[in-house]
């Protein structure tokens, strides 16, 4: 979106070398892309957009701010179907789609998860679940100009009938618990069949919208049906007489104010597991999309790179050239990149792919053994060469080299520090962390850590490092400022890879020689619990928004599902 629509006295402000100058511009973009003129809001969010990268911290976070609250907004951000029984025909909720006018301009809809449909009518979201798994966790997500934002939606089918009167009755409890209102509701049996011919790949909601009804926080929902005026109706089957009808009431809205995902999530001590997912041969090393909805597995003796559709659970296998070791993907999602090489060292490379068409595009040619590779704060490529001694950079745009940095033997993995700007890299065969300056290239400093480490993870605030000692079933913390070493904390046996919760408060450790995960205090490096997964855990992924953990597990060619948030 240009910027000649901006207001000049705007871009003056925006542009001075005064910080006070551009904080005052910030304010302005912030105004305006509060607004109803909806080009104007789309540029001024753009604008916004690249203030972030101010050299003013305070003017860069002061326009993230800004996009933060003129962004989409969806309330409430979860819904809970609960159990519900397997004749259960449909259940549905409404969500309100808050923000400025841009919110629900020209926006679009992606829906993640078995039997899952959505419609967006205006600001309001309607969603409907036909239960056809025995469970399901998928999500809505509204994209568009203001940004995006999702709903996360779970349900499962548990047997046994529910009458008619038990729904009643839950009902009338809810209404006395005092706090919820209930809106006018209906119970309805199933419909009968709809013979109607659909065009593939269009989302038709089947029968009328229904209520969701939270029993107190317990998060059970019934197949209830609101009398929804001014909406658009949706494709139905005649509708029966109501059982019965509650009270006539509306519940109240409520203000919620948008903030990132791994802050609205609160890692626990004692993760569990929910289940697993078969992928390829002895997976290794895997990563988690962007946008949450994906898991990128490498799996070693297989060649291929498992897609495993998060919501679904349905797994896309990749054909690769080489033996796939270590992934993870763009900032925006777009690539992803695979580090590949034989176990006699050769077909060293990284394997560019797609994420759309999961075409491979490039396979570009790296030094000898690359390890465990990770995205820069600056989008570019950092890719460990374990038999070199050096992390290789790499230009996503231009697939070409774009640096070289020598550091101590081995490089296993990198992590980074924004704000500091310094990668870290675990150096296994002369236990140390290397504390690189990302503007120099130059390593500031080798930290002794416990013996041979062989994964490291950088907090989310960039401020601890999490270091995994293989040879000393221990974990090691750095103060990534003052570079001091806390530990050796004790884990499990072998442990093989490190991960921070999406909040930072804990640390994950994977203990590859007794099938663990050990979780410990993000803070303080104390093991909090001790969690067993698959056989041979190789490599650990947390989501996005802090709810979900994926852990590769190598010899049962699976990867364990661990919930670490709620």
Same mark, same amino acid.
């Given at each position: ?40 809001? %789309?540029?001024?969010?753009? &604008? ?12 860069? %976070? ?24 397997? =004749? ?102 199933? *419909? ?236 296994? =065969?002369?236990?140390? &962390? ?23 993870? &950088?907090?989310? *605030? ?5 270091? %995994? ?28 890879? %490190? ?33 067993? &997964? ?33």
């Amino acid at each position: 979106m240009s910027e000649l629509r901006i207001p000049p006295h705007v871009l003056t402000e925006i542009g001075s070398p005064i910080r006070e100058k551009r904080l005052s511009g910030v304010d302005e973009l912030t105004r305006i892309a509060a607004g109803a003129d909806l080009q104007l809001a %789309a540029a001024a969010r753009a &604008v916004l957009q690249r203030m972030t990268e101010d050299d003013s911290r305070s003017v860069a %976070a002061s326009a993230a701010a800004s996009l933060e609250r003129t962004a989409v907004r969806l309330n409430p951000d979860r819904i809970d179907f609960g159990q519900v029984t397997p =004749e259960t025909p449909r259940l549905a909720a409404e969500v309100a789609v808050d923000g400025p006018p841009l919110a629900v301009a020209a926006a679009t809809l992606t829906v993640s998860g078995p039997g899952l449909r959505a419609m967006l009518d205006g600001r309001r979201l309607h969603i409907v679940w036909q239960p056809r798994s025995d469970w399901l966790d998928g999500s809505v997500t509204v994209r568009g100009p203001a940004g995006w934002a999702d709903v996360r939606v779970t349900g499962q089918i548990a047997s046994g009938p529910m009458s008619t009167t038990a729904v009643e009755a839950r009902l009338r409890a809810v209404d006395s618990l005092g706090g919820l209102r209930i809106p006018q509701v209906t119970v309805l049996p199933p *419909d009968p069949p709809v013979r109607r011919r659909r065009r593939a790949g269009t989302a038709v909601l089947a029968g009328s919208l229904v209520a969701l009804v939270v029993l107190g926080g317990a998060g059970v929902a019934m197949a209830l049906t609101m009398r929804d005026r001014g909406s658009p109706a949706p494709v139905a089957a005649p509708t029966p007489a109501p059982v019965s009808v509650a009270p006539t009431t509306q519940l109240p809205p409520s203000a919620v104010a948008r903030e990132p995902l791994a802050k609205r999530i609160a890692s626990v001590d004692k993760p569990t597991v929910a289940g697993t997912i078969k992928v390829g041969n002895e997976p290794e090393g895997l990563t988690v999309s962007p946008d949450g909805r994906t898991v990128y597995v490498a799996n070693q003796s297989a060649r291929i790179l498992s897609v495993v559709d998060v919501g679904t659970r349905q797994v896309t296998s990749v054909k690769l050239r080489d033996t796939p070791r270590f992934v993870t993907t763009s900032r925006d999602g777009k690539l992803v990149f695979v580090s590949m090489y034989e176990t006699d060292l050769t077909g060293s490379g990284v394997a560019v792919i797609d994420a759309a068409s999961h075409k491979v595009l490039r396979n570009l040619v790296t030094g000898t053994q690359p390890y465990a590779l990770s995205i820069g704060p600056d989008g570019k490529l950092w890719v460990p060469i374990h038999s070199a001694g050096r992390v290789e950079i790499y230009d996503p745009g231009t697939m070409k080299a774009d640096g070289r940095i020598q550091t101590p033997p081995n490089p296993h993995s990198v992590g980074f520090s924004p704000d500091l700007m310094r990668a870290f890299t675990p150096d296994h =065969e002369s236990n140390v &962390v290397s504390a690189i300056d990302m503007g120099t290239g130059k390593v500031i400093r080798s930290v002794p850590v416990s013996n041979a480490p062989h994964s490291l993870a &950088v907090s989310p *605030d960039g401020r601890r490092v999490l270091v %995994a000692a293989f040879g000393a079933n221990a974990a090691n913390l750095i103060d990534a400022s003052t570079l001091k070493r806390t530990g050796p904390f004790k884990v499990g046996k072998e442990p093989q890879s %490190a991960a921070f919760s999406a909040d930072g408060d804990h640390g994950y450790i994977v203990n590859e020689g007794d099938n663990t995960i050990s979780v410990l205090d993000g803070h303080t490096g104390k093991v909090t619990a001790t969690v067993k &997964v698959g056989h041979s855990p190789r490599y650990i992924a947390v989501s996005p928004d802090g709810r979900s953990a994926y852990v590769s597990d190598g010899e049962d060619d699976t990867i364990s599902v661990l919930r670490v948030g709620e």
